[in-house]
């Protein structure tokens, strides 16, 4: 039975050519340019199947031990871990042996499979990225994992994955693969280094969201773990016995703190196998590279071609230490489903705000700007819509700071009434968690619920009133040379410059509340990165006025002035 692959009967409509008859030998090519993986991958696969078995094993013997005598369950044990090694790698030597993969001119093909054949091929001129990856026992061997995408989608037929290879082999076919510009960028320097880890920037890891999410998944797998061997029982009741005499505040605040420790710890680890190593490089032909990772190494490629823009995201923690990151906003980026921490988009991790600015611009080539920041003036209106009220914020003259990195550059304020929107909503949202509390107080006549329904209002109204003013003073949007800038957000707050080229169409949005507030939300769509970036609640005209400036003639049918 053969499978062909999409690629194949789209492009060519007959299958594709059948794997030679004679095999080649493991990297290096054989007849018609047909290679294999590296064999090795069986002794890899052994050895984390081995792993697996000692993992699992310990918890069975233990179970078993107490229906039966220690040599026969470890005879049980052993047996098992014996035949799912054996199985594993005698599985994988048939997917070695079955194998084979070839780049020609125009196709990068990979056929692979004993009772279901997969022919799989990807046109040349499709590919979008090529990335490296190697956990620690395929750097001790010198191998790494190749994914060849073309980021139309996760997996499937848009991407190959060649694992193993050895580490010159996954070189070579990066080079070969993304630098086919270099024959028409013949003779342009390469811009080299753009950014290189500092280990100072671990102090910005413990303030992320990953830390308290660390802190309760320990807690969480800690009575998970005590519940499989049936101590859960016992671990509360030790933890108990530990704050007896203690009042319920301090133990609440004892536990916390000790989750909060854990998940610190847990942050920082994570980010040291994250980020060691980390470097950002533009390299010949437009390509850039990002490599970081302790234990497993990755390098990931990005064509400077397929960049649209970059994103500078400030979560709330990074933001008040001054910190910000930097993510590209690009076509035909995938996310790696199998690894939940390889960012595609991350090309610089968290670190001070002014560095963060200095390497978007670098990334983008425009740093300096000649041209200065610019932003609408003309008011324009749009036929579906009807101002209730006069423009609320002045139209801001032309303005000259090309001394300012990109997404530094100062952005158009949004009126008045987008405060007022986000203070509305944000004090409603801090007296809903107070609203049932007082209700049952009335119902069933408990003054405790009452005084608990006052204090949670007390507390929760100032810190919402201050996000949201915090929001309001984020909200900005602007012209600045071939790109457009838009920034709103607290918690998660982003500056986004988008290549006003890579837009390609507007989407206009006003609820009832905002058309009597004389406001719209402006929304970019882009076929790269999200797909949609956003202006909130811009005054009417305004906006309007934005998006002709921005994108000319794509938004003017539908204006009137």
């Known amino acids: 039975m053969t499978a062909a692959g999409a690629e194949d009967t789209a492009s060519t409509g007959q299958p594709a050519p059948a794997a030679p008859a004679v095999p080649p030998v493991p990297g290096r090519p054989g007849e018609d340019g047909w290679r294999r993986l590296d064999g090795r991958t069986v002794a890899v696969t052994a050895l984390v199947t081995a792993g697996v078995a000692a993992g699992g094993g310990v918890p069975v013997f233990l179970g078993l031990a107490g229906a039966m005598t220690v040599w026969q369950a470890s005879a049980f044990v052993l047996a098992g ?30 056929h692979t499979g004993l009772l279901l054949v997969k022919r799989r091929s990807l046109p040349r001129e499709r590919i979008r990225s090529v990335d490296l990856t190697a956990h620690p026992l395929l750097r001790l061997l010198g191998l790494v994992k190749v994914r060849i995408g073309t980021g139309e989608h996760p997996g499937g037929d848009s991407t190959l994955e060649l694992d193993p290879v050895t580490r010159a082999e996954g070189e070579r076919l990066r080079r070969e693969l ?55 029982r016992a ?22 703190a000790a989750a909060a420790v854990t998940g610190v710890a847990g942050a920082l680890g994570l980010w040291v196998e994250m980020w060691w190593n980390y470097r950002l490089e533009r390299e010949p032909g437009g390509t850039l590279r990002v490599r970081r990772g302790l234990l497993t190494a990755r390098s990931l490629s990005i064509e400077e071609r397929r960049l649209r823009g970059v994103e500078l995201v400030e979560p709330l923690g990074a933001r008040l230490c001054g910190a910000a990151r930097v993510d590209a906003i690009a076509t035909g980026l995938t996310q790696d489903e199998e690894d939940q921490h390889a960012d595609h988009r991350t090309l610089l991790p968290a670190v001070p705000r002014a560095l963060a600015h200095d390497v978007a611009a670098r990334v983008l080539r425009e740093a300096p700007a000649a041209t200065g920041t610019r932003f609408p003036a003309r008011p324009l209106s749009a036929r579906p819509f009807s101002s209730a009220q006069p423009p609320t914020a002045q139209p801001v003259p032309e303005m000259h700071s090309s001394e300012l990195p990109l997404t530094a550059r100062p952005l158009t304020a949004h009126p008045r009434a987008a405060r007022t929107r986000r203070l509305r909503r944000a004090v409603g949202a801090a007296l809903v968690p107070a609203l049932l509390p007082a209700v049952l107080a009335v119902a069933v006549g408990w003054d405790v619920l009452l005084y608990a329904a006052a204090a949670c209002a007390a507390l929760l109204t100032p810190v919402a009133i201050a996000l949201a003013l915090d929001a309001y003073r984020a909200l900005g949007h602007g012209i600045s040379g071939g790109y457009l800038l838009t920034r709103s957000g607290t918690v998660r707050r982003a500056t986004v410059a988008l290549q006003r080229g890579g837009v390609i169409g507007w989407t206009v ?32 005209s305004e906006a309007l006025c934005f998006a002709a400036d921005a994108v000319p003639e794509l938004l003017e049918p539908f204006l009137q002035r």
Do not use: K
């Open 509 to 540: 949005r006003q609820s009832w509340l905002q058309r009597r507030a004389g406001l719209v939300t402006l929304t970019a769509t882009t076929a790269a990165g999200a797909g949609a970036y956003h202006v909130h609640d811009a005054d009417e």
């Open 81 to 110: 871990a014996v035949v799912l090694i054996a199985g594993s790698a005698a599985a994988d030597h048939v997917r070695w042996r079955r194998t084979r993969y070839r780049i020609g001119p125009e196709r990068a093909e990979l």
């Open 235 to 256: 671990v509360i009741d030790w933890i108990g016995d530990r704050f007896r005499d203690t009042p319920l505040v301090w133990t609440v605040l004892a536990l916390t």
């Open 178 to 232: 993304l630098d086919r510009t270099l024959a028409r960028d013949h003779g342009t320097p390469a811009d080299g280094e753009l950014a290189a880890l500092n280990p100072a920037w671990i102090r910005y890891a413990p303030v992320s969201f990953v830390a308290p999410a660390l802190g309760g998944a320990a807690a969480g797998a800690v009575l998970q773990v005590s519940d499989w061997f049936g101590a859960q």
